[in-house]
């Protein structure tokens, strides 16, 4: 396990090895079948974008690029049908945040590609899709960035960077743990 993870591999389970190459043949048939066609291969996976932000020095690393395609790989236990995983994972999980940021930094460097989530199903038999993100989603999830380069800016500025409040929180019995007790 140290030698393949010193050189730079993921040490598996032998019992996690034949699950893995099923959800690998999975998603390569999967993919050949969408508009991502032919993208494994051409590109780079996790290559370190840099730029400069009105002073802001900014650092992404997307999953896979090539020069037409940003693909942001992601995994989940639940399911990857489109409405689900939109609802449940693409705001909740920040990934559209991510996927605008990203897309920042890209335009920065002058690549201007089209970006996709391949989501996959970590259970058989390995479900995926691929989602992109509409105008309005896209503007949303750009703002937010917007708003977190303006906040990191200012605390660079002011060296000040807040985090929560010292004030004690006090934890309310939720709705659902009261219709588990019995007084």
């Known amino acids: 396990r140290d030698e393949e993870c010193a050189k730079g591999k993921i040490a598996l389970l032998t019992k996690q090895r034949a699950g893995l190459l099923q959800m690998v043949r999975s998603v390569e048939a999967f993919v050949e079948q969408s508009e991502l066609a032919g993208v494994f291969g051409m590109g780079q996976a996790e290559t370190t974008v840099s730029w400069n932000e009105d002073g802001l020095a900014c650092k992404a690393r997307p999953d896979y690029l090539t020069d037409k395609w940003h693909i942001s790989l992601k995994t989940t236990e639940g399911s990857v049908d489109p409405k689900n995983w939109i609802k449940r994972q ?23 590609i089209e970006h996709r989530f ?18 309005a989603r896209w503007a949303y999830a750009d703002r937010q960035v917007e708003q977190s380069l303006e906040l990191w800016r200012k605390c660079v500025k002011d060296e000040y960077y807040p985090g929560y409040s010292s004030e004690t929180y006090f934890a309310e019995l939720l709705p659902w743990e009261i219709d588990e007790i019995e007084f």
Not at 90 to 101: C, T
Not at 123 to 132: D, F, I, K, L, M
């Open 90 to 112: 693409l705001g909740p999980m920040g990934y559209a945040f991510g996927l605008a940021y990203y897309k920042r930094g890209l335009l920065a460097n002058g690549r201007n």
């Open 118 to 135: 391949l989501c996959i199903e970590q259970g058989e038999p390995y479900g995926c899709t691929v989602v992109g993100m509409d105008p």
